[in-house]
């Protein structure tokens, strides 16, 4: 249920608070490419993978049709970057030190631009994952910012 899946988000923030915080200093779209910049600081020293993924809501099923919202879909993942989204795998792989921060940027170039209506319901999402010192690794902190937006340093 969302009561137990928000219960067990909240559970993970207190066993395994967040060491580092995301800024998100702008998405924007330059001809058929899509740019965000992202920062990163940290509270504590580590190793740190930053990965980044343009989502969008309300896309209509291609060659139907809704009177009702049938063929909308949402969070659809559109463009992904690094090797592997999902795990601490990219050839970006960075550490910090306690207090610095480190600052990305991600290009994805579509064939023609996002219309205005996809633009309007497109946002980034950076997830950093951190390295354990067992040598796993694990999300540390996501956040996400709408297109034409910015978002202030987050600590989830």
Known sequence: STVTIADEIMQRR??????????????????????VSASVKASAAGTYDMVCAL???????EGGY?????DLYSNVVLAV????????????????????????????TFQSAPSESV?????????????NADGTSEVNNCAECAYGKTQDYQYN
Do not use: C, Q, W
């Not at 990219?90 to 207090?99: G, M, T």
């Not at 633009?119 to 390295?131: C, D, G, P, S, T």
């Open 14 to 35: 207190i066993s395994s608070p967040a060491n580092v915080g995301i800024k998100i200093s702008s998405v924007s779209l330059d001809g058929n490419t899509m740019k």
């Open 55 to 61: 989502v969008a809501d309300n896309l209509k099923y």
């Open 66 to 70: 809704t009177d009702n919202d049938e």
């Open 81 to 108: 970057s690094g090797d592997n989204f999902l795990t601490y795998r990219s050839a970006s792989v960075f550490d910090l030190a306690k207090d610095a921060e480190y600052e990305r940027d991600f290009e994805f």
């Open 119 to 131: 633009l309007k319901n497109m946002r980034a999402v950076i997830l950093v994952h951190k390295k």
